[in-house]
């Protein structure tokens, strides 16, 4: 029997805060936790061979090294990223992959970068005018993609529908679910509710054979009703950042509650295996790997601040869409339910 | 030396799920917070009369009944309201402030049904197209304010900054700030960022004498950077009712963590009181009354579901904006800065 070929990722390997220190580890804990992947690592050849000269694990000899001369500034404008970032490991990334010598690439760079390089490097899907972003937001029981993020801040009612369709390949491909339910994100519930765009959106999702549930309102994304929700990327960025504030400013609050005498102290101690778990799940980490979506080829961003456990998570997200070839069904789903829109 | 005149709040007795059950002794404790406020309970006067006997408080007296005929069903559409809501409680509180007997009105009832009864029995201010719904969200060291909620879902550049004088008028009058910060959200902070309408209104609010801190993010509405956020009402109602939907599960997913084994469940004893203060800080009730602005009058959503402790504070508001005379304010601000919009 011969062996099957591996799953290659191009992984920026200077693109979070941390840089190696969480890239590399991150690596290494994807490739034991699917051993089905290959990683390209790309940056710094001298930095990389070191920082792996004392890595110990099996997983190792997956793992190659792809050198890029420099580091892209985090706050690079687009136009800096075309003039002067070719060099860069975020750049290189996206080339592995548009020479097809990789096929996902994982960059905890910045969303603009990626998505310049993504689009230059890369292209869209036929039929697609922009990339959209989703990320996973943590819900009861599970997970909701909340798609766009902040990439198409006006959009038509047919890139709305283009999103759920989006949304519901790569939920149904890369994430399991069994015939995904998608909500489409108003001021509502009701048909009449809501602006011209969502209610022409909405109209044509009716007819789609996707599992579409209708307008849903906010507080649905957080609910566990639906697997996706859709909106334009103006009000998605603001959900979803708005949702992170909150989260901290609780965060804060509850640590404060428990530091504020003895016996909260103590009461904190003792419920502090429980609350570590309750935390760790609403850790935006266990759902950090926001795909590109709408590419010609696999790309997730990664949170600049992550840890290790988030950089895993990205990667293994990036490995199933790759293996599930979620662009090219995206591409088959569009095409088939005519949704193509032109630039 | 004469007594001072008294303001007068004509509250919808019957608004709220729970009718006369909140509303009754949440009229009593604005009265007794409040030594200036007289309020008319409009509503079901044999009802009204009976709830009123048992009363011993001093506030008392400062209570009168004012017979509605009928009850608003809360999913009564705009049409409904107009057809066949005229002896309804909420119709006949605003009535009383159209009629100049009471100079500010306070329903739990539907804000599409406020929205039609204000505009058609108050109308709008000079060069105002129409109202705008703000509500106070929890922050680090106090609470913002968010405009719009839903009211405007399409709005021009003209608009927003009106959102924005608006909402810094009554933060200053109502909410005793000096000097109101004001942010416009957006997708990031500089000036390059969002689409053509938010970088107009950008341009337009450096100009004015407001303190204009410029682009803020999500997660600023809850960081306390600033005392008022604006944003179109559709991208405001999907951050107001998702982060409803984050904080409820918040709290469900720390209930179950105190509730998961006897350790925790001990240590959620001890640190209760500590916990109570937090939540209680964070409690929507906490922060309940949302005015409708642009109105020339002043009326003040409640949330269908509140207590009594939120109605008070919804009570207290209206209060405060009819002393400071808000809409007189802001209109004299949008004239004087030529901020007018022609419908």
Not at 113 to 122: H, N, P, W, Y
Not at 242 to 270: C, D, K, V
């Amino acid at each position: 029997m011969s062996k099957p070929e591996k799953t290659v990722l191009a992984l920026d390997a200077h693109g979070g805060d941390q840089g190696l220190a969480v890239s590399v580890p991150g690596a290494l804990a994807a490739l034991e936790s699917d051993q089905g992947l290959e990683i390209h690592l790309v940056g710094n050849e001298g930095e990389l061979t070191s920082a792996l000269e004392k890595v110990g694990s099996a997983a190792r000899e997956r793992l190659r090294i792809h050198p890029a001369a420099t580091v892209l500034a985090v706050d690079a404008s687009p136009a800096d990223v075309l003039r002067r970032g070719r060099d860069s490991s975020l750049w290189k990334s996206f080339e592995r992959v548009a020479a097809g010598q990789a096929s996902a690439c994982v960059s905890s760079g910045s969303t603009s970068a990626m998505m310049v390089s993504g689009v230059k490097l890369l292209g869209t899907l036929t039929g697609i005018q922009r990339p959209a972003l989703m990320a996973y937001a943590p819900s009861l029981g599970g997970h909701t993609g909340l798609l766009d993020l902040g990439a198409n801040l006006r959009v038509s009612a047919r890139q709305l529908v283009q999103f759920a369709v989006m949304g519901s390949v790569t939920a149904a491909e890369a994430d399991g679910r069994d015939n995904p339910r998608v909500g489409l994100l108003n001021v509502g519930h009701e048909d009449s509710k809501g602006h011209d765009v969502v209610r022409e959106a909405h109209a044509i999702l009716q007819d789609l054979p996707l599992n579409y549930v209708g307008f849903i309102e906010g507080h649905d994304i957080f609910g566990g009703t639906v697997d996706i929700a859709v909106c334009d990327g103006f009000s998605g960025n603001l959900v979803l950042k708005s949702s992170e504030g909150l989260a901290r400013m609780f965060l804060q609050e509850l640590r404060s509650a428990f530091n504020s005498n003895p016996a909260s102290r103590l009461g904190g101690m003792m419920a502090a295996p429980s609350l570590r778990r309750m935390l760790a799940r609403l850790d935006p980490a266990a759902h950090n790997g926001a795909p590109l979506l709408g590419l010609n080829g696999v790309a997730v961003k990664s949170h600049g601040g992550t840890d290790v456990a988030g950089l895993t998570r990205a990667i293994l997200e990036a490995g199933r869409e790759a293996r599930r070839q979620v662009p090219r069904r995206i591409e088959a789903s569009i095409h088939e339910y005519q949704l193509e829109t032109s630039a």
